[in-house]
Structures are given as structure tokens and as C-alpha cells.
């Protein structure tokens, strides 16, 4: 639609409007939408094309043709019901489909792998291939199964977040979910197929396997766990002083907890609200010496004044309404950066410098400014809200304004605001109705020419044959007269006797103007308003330092978080913002997670007919956290709604990878081996499935971990895959031990 738009353009030019009328796009969301969509098609496409290196690099050529053979079906099938429910490829369901590359190559990596490892078990020397696939495949089919399921009951609850934030995540779980159970299908059906006809058997039964030296280091390093309880348990409090700092991480503000992070857009705005009563002239003057400064920003590529007006509409203002904002003392400035790749730095790092530069430049107390940048997600009214609720209007608008005044003192707190506007005086004109009636002058004839004179009258069309349209014939006074009370009054009016002037028919008083009063859910309300920058750049944190404050300063102030006040006969003030959104996410995030943990725990215990075994099996799922929150701070990164997303999802596939190697694990004590040897055995068999899972994970997630948004569930996945990996091989099979070892000794 933006193509066709500016082809129109260019074809009316020299007829709708002059040849040498030289028409600028300032903003053109098509031709962004289009570029992300572009680049997360290549990622798509990096990221199966990796995938595969991947697995030639392990398990060779032919094998890992049939692996992606998964890849396309999947995909396939998954994009087909996406059609039938509704989804459009956009950058959400994009990205889910990035996501599933890591996984769905999952079952048949299991199940070519265990294909691959017992044609070189000497006693299927002589074995017809078939049968050997068939027995391979069937040995894996019911954890397989079971772990699919685990990854699926994982993800699904997080389908059901309400809220702004529930369609964003919504594509996710479902095409997740999606691509694992048909992943499933297709590792039961084509995978076998596919081996049967491409595997190379005569080849491969040629050599013995041998046993790589990680496999042999980890039986060294397992025979001497196991060897002595001291040392079992001296490694089980290892880890869980490793998982205690990490944790910690959060609590000394090393890694900062966030909704979203900042995207990287090529557009923000900047809001000027000068004082009631500051001329249109002044108003100007004064935001073009301020925009004029932009310039010595390298990567800002132009920018546009609106004043006395709004900017057209934009995704930020829909919440906060910046289109209807109108009036002499409000100013606009939208600024539009170079194309992200033709800069080194972030839009979020422009925006901190301009904020900086904006503030060196104005007097706060003339002028409120704020720097909006475009939310990566659902837009809020404000990073940092807190209403004021209370019996008397009155007396709310002055607890506001002493919040305001809290907020203007708080370090990091920046771009504060209130919805409220000063004590203002207005003039009003009462006519004197029996003077008047006396004089012989209509009141209406009065305010006729009240109006005329302030507003203007339009008298009619002006027709002139060369031009396209009629011009309307406009009357009003000049803008000093209609400025002067005394010229106003000093105006003529025609009666009965003659001339009168209008200030002996008319007196002028002076009122108060009234306050705007906000309404939310039918209960009036002021908003004050704030931003967060530096260090935490996260409205929790904001938020807590202000609490803070109001608890030295307004001790008997109830503070609410999730509801709206119940008692309207006392002064009250509620968050909102950011935080609600924050909240409302985590929130159902958290939700989800422990309906995901039930479902799995059920799951497990229904299949291993225990209620200790699935414990074991679960025990790596916090432990990924080792690998989560460090990574964060590696990275400089915030821990978000879609770092949570990445954990949760990860905790499936811990879940799926403990599953077949505790499955293992009996498969080797119902043969007759001892606790100690199946232990051992089901790691250094069952690893290099896991391992490969594992990278598959990493490399598929790898291509979106330069990306804003889904940064934290890149780290996530990453970092959590290679702690889980780790653990899954080390304290699954400690744990199982133990297990075991205390049941039969009972």
C-alpha cells in the first residue's frame, strides 16, 4: 500500500500540485515491516542451513539428509494450520518458526543416532537392516513420546497469557507445539523410511565403534562420584551453590529484570509542554533553538516541528493520545534516524544522548519534556504511572503535584510529568441585559460580534475561474486588537440611539478555569508520569525508589500494585504503566510454568510409575538457571518476558533429555546390569543425542540473538541448553543413584 501511494504521488505531480514542489516520506512503516520480515526469513533459512552442518559434522552426510528431511515437512504442516487459524507471517510467528528449527530436529536425531549406534552393536552383525531400524526405532519410541509430550505441555500453558502481551506470545507455544508433535509423526514414519533406503549399512558394519575421549573422561569422572556418598553429595552442594549465585546475580543488580528491552526503531519522538499561556510565537522560538541542536547528532537522519499540533499518528501515541494534542504551549518533534545499518549505535542510545542534550538546554520549570521512544511491545501511557485516587478532586490534583515533586528529586527518574494542567484565570464576558435592552441591542447581536472578533466569521466562497477550488472569505480582527481587552472592549455595536461601545453593555470578570478530570474505570483520577534511565533503565527499580520516598513523606499513603482502591474516602495511589503490563506477564508466565511443571510431573510419574523418579528427572530444570542469568550479565542484557519464554521452553527439553536417559538407565537394569554400571552407561550412550539436541538448540537460536526483542530467549536457550546438558548428564544420574540406592537399601 506504501508503494502504491507514492507511485500516486509522483503521477499527479505538476497536476494535484506544483512541478517544483519537492515532497519528502518522512515515515514509511511498509517498507520497515518489510525489511524485518526480509531478515527473519534469512534467519530462517541460516538457521536450518547451520543446523544441518551441524549434524553432517556428527553423524555424516547421509544421516543428517534424513534429519532435515523433518525440517521442511514440519515447517510445512505447521504453516498450514497457521493459515487455519488466522496467523499472517509477521515477526512474531516468524520468529516462532526461527524457534522451532532448534527443536524439531529433535526426535529424529534421536532416532537416527540410535539407528546409527546399533549397527555397530557386534550383535546385530548379522542382522537383516530392517529389523535392526525397527528395533532401534522401537527401543526409543515410548520415551520419545513421552519426552515430545513433556515439550509440548511445556509450551502450551504460555498460550494462554491474557493481557496486551497475549497475542505477541500466542504464535509461539502453539507453532512450537505444533512442530514438535508432527516433528514426532515424521521421526516415527519418514525418519525409518528414509534410513532404511539411504543409510549405508555395509560400511558402517565394517568398523567398531569407538568411545571418543569425552565419553571415557565422563566415565572417570562418574565412577568416582559414585565410588563414595562424600563425594555425591559434596557435588550436589556444588550446584547448588552455583545455582544460589546465580540467583544472586538478581538480588545485587547485576542482571536487571525488565517486560521488554529496548528495540532498535529508526524513528523517535520528542513531547514539549511549555506552560498554559505561552504564545504559539514563543513556543517556536524556543523548540526550534532546541531542535536546531539535533544536528550535531551524526546518525540523525532529519526531523519535523509540529507547533500547536500533534505529529501524525504514530504506535507510541495511540495509548497516550498524542493526536489530540492541540494549543499554543504543545510541541512535537518527530526525529528519524539512519537505517539501523548505516549506524553503529542503538535508536535507545540516540534517544539517552538527545534526553541529555534536551535537558542541558531547557528550564524545567517553563517546560515538561519527554523523549518517546516506539515500545518494542504493548504500548503504555507511561514507563513509570502512578494514579492518585481520593474522595475530593481537589485534593488529589495537590497530592499529585507533590508526587510530581518526588519524582523530579529521584535520581534515574527522568521525563516526569502529570496529566493535570496549572491554575489558570479566564476572562468572561457578561452582558448587562437591561442595559442593553434599553440601548436597544440584542444580546445576541453582542455575541456575534464577541465572536467575530475572537474567532472569526467565514462570510462566504470567493470564486476564481483558474482556481481548482473556491477560496472561503474569512473575517476576523487583526491578532494585536483581539489580544487587547481594551480595544475589545472599545469595539462599536449598532442600537436603537446610535454606536455603543461594548464596555458599557458588557462587564469583564475574572474565574478560575476548571481542571480536565480524568476518569479510569469511573473513578476520577490524576496521572503523574516518568521514565527510567540509567543504571536500571527498568520501572521496578524506579518504582521502589520512589516507594521509598512516599513512605518518608506520606506515611498513612496506601500504596496498590494490582487492584484499584476500595475505599474512595482516602487518598490512595496505584501503579500502573509498564509495571502493569510487567506484571500482568509474569504473572500469568509464572502461572503457566507451574501448570507446565504439573502437567510434566503427571506425565512422568504415569509413565515411570513413581513419585521420586519424575523429581529426579525434573531437578535439572532450576539448574539452567547456572547458565541463564550469568549469560544475561555476560551480555549486558535484561532479563525479559521472552527470557522466560526461552526458560520455560528450555525446561521441556531438559525434561525430554533426563526422560530418555533415566529411560535408558532401566532399559540397562531390566538386562541385568547393576545400579552403578546403568548409571554410568546411560550417560555415555544417551549423551551424544543429548549433546546434538543440545547444539541444534543453540545453532538454530543463535541467528536471533543479535535481535532486540528476542535477545533473551536466544540467551535463554543458549546458555540454559549448555547448563542443562551438563547437569542433565551429571545430576540426573547422581540423583537416580541415590534414589535407587536408598529404596533398595529399605
Known sequence: MAKAIIQRVELVKGKAYPQDLNISVTRNYGQTAKEKSDELLEHL??????VALLIVFFLGVRASFIVMIAVPVTLAITLFIYYFMGYTLNRVTLFALIFCIGILVDDPIVDVENIVRHIHLPENKNKPFRDIIVEAVNEVRSPLVLATFTVIVALMPMAFVRGLMGPYMRPMPIGASLAMFFSMVVAFIITPWSAYHLLKVSKAQKHEHKEDVFTRIYRQIMGYLLSRKLHLYSFLGLVVLLFLLSVSLIYFKKVYIKMLPFDN????????????????????????????????????????????????????????????????????????????????????????????????????????????????????????????????????????????????????????????????????????????????????????????????????????????????????????????????????????????????????????????IYHKNLLPVVYVTGDVTEPEESPVYGMLKINQKLKENFPRLKVLYTSLPSDKEKNTVKWDGEWQITYEVFR?????????????????????????????????????????????????????????????????????????????????????DDLKSAVIEAGAVRFRPMLLTALSVIVGSAVILKDPIFQGLAISLMAGEVAATLFSRLVVPVLYFLEQAKINTE
Open 588 to 672: 500469568d508466565l509464572g502461572l503457566a510454568f507451574a501448570v507446565a511443571i504439573l502437567l510434566i510431573y503427571l506425565l512422568v510419574v504415569g509413565w515411570f510409575k513413581s513419585y521420586l523418579t519424575p523429581l529426579t528427572i525434573m531437578a535439572p530444570i532450576p539448574l539452567s538457571l547456572i547458565g541463564i542469568i550469568p549469560a544475561h550479565y555476560l551480555f549486558q542484557a535484561f532479563f525479559t518476558a521472552t527470557s522466560m519464554i526461552g526458560f520455560i521452553a528450555g525446561a521441556g527439553i531438559v525434561v525430554r533429555n533426563s526422560i530418555i536417559l533415566v529411560d535408558f538407565i532401566e532399559l540397562r537394569l531390566a538386562e541385568g
Open 45 to 50: 533459512f541460516i538457521a536450518t542451513f547451520a
Open 265 to 516: 526503531k529508526s524513528e523517535f519522538q520528542l513531547i514539549f509542554d511549555y506552560k498554559e499561556g505561552t504564545s504559539l510565537e514563543e513556543n517556536f522560538a524556543l523548540t526550534s533553538k532546541i531542535a536546531n541542536q539535533l544536528k550535531t547528532i551524526p546518525e540523525i537522519e532529519n526531523y519535523q516541528l509540529y507547533i500547536g499540533t500533534s505529529a501524525p499518528y504514530n504506535f507510541n501515541g495511540l495509548i497516550r493520545h498524542y493526536y489530540l494534542r492541540a494549543g499554543s504551549n504543545v510541541a512535537d518533534v518527530q526525529v528519524n534516524l539512519l537505517d539501523k545499518h548505516k549506524r553503529d549505535r542503538q535508536s535507545h542510545q540516540i534517544a539517552k544522548e538527545v534526553r541529555k542534550l534536551i535537558a542541558s538546554l531547557v528550564d524545567k520549570d517553563k517546560v515538561r519534556t519527554k523523549v518517546a521512544e516506539i515500545p518494542p511491545g504493548p504500548p503504555v501511557l507511561q514507563t513509570l504511572v502512578l494514579e492518585v485516587y481520593g474522595p475530593n478532586y481537589k485534593g488529589q490534583i495537590d497530592l499529585a503535584r507533590q508526587l510530581l515533586t518526588i519524582f523530579d528529586s529521584t535520581s534515574g527518574i527522568v521525563d516526569s510529568d502529570w496529566y493535570m494542567t496549572e491554575e489558570q484565570k479566564e476572562e468572561v464576558f457578561k452582558v448587562n441585559k437591561l442595559k442593553a435592552n434599553s440601548l436597544g441591542i440584542g444580546v445576541d447581536r453582542i455575541y456575534a460580534l464577541l465572536s467575530t472578533s475572537l474567532q472569526g466569521k467565514v462570510l462566504g466562497l470567493f470564486h476564481q475561474p483558474e482556481f481548482r477550488e473556491d477560496v472561503p472569505l474569512f473575517l476576523h480582527l487583526d491578532r494585536f486588537r483581539r489580544s487587547s481587552l481594551s480595544d475589545l472592549l472599545a469595539l462599536k455595536v449598532r442600537g436603537a440611539r446610535g454606536l455603543v461601545e461594548l464596555g458599557e453593555v458588557v462587564k469583564v470578570e475574572q474565574r478560575e478555569v476548571p481542571y480536565p
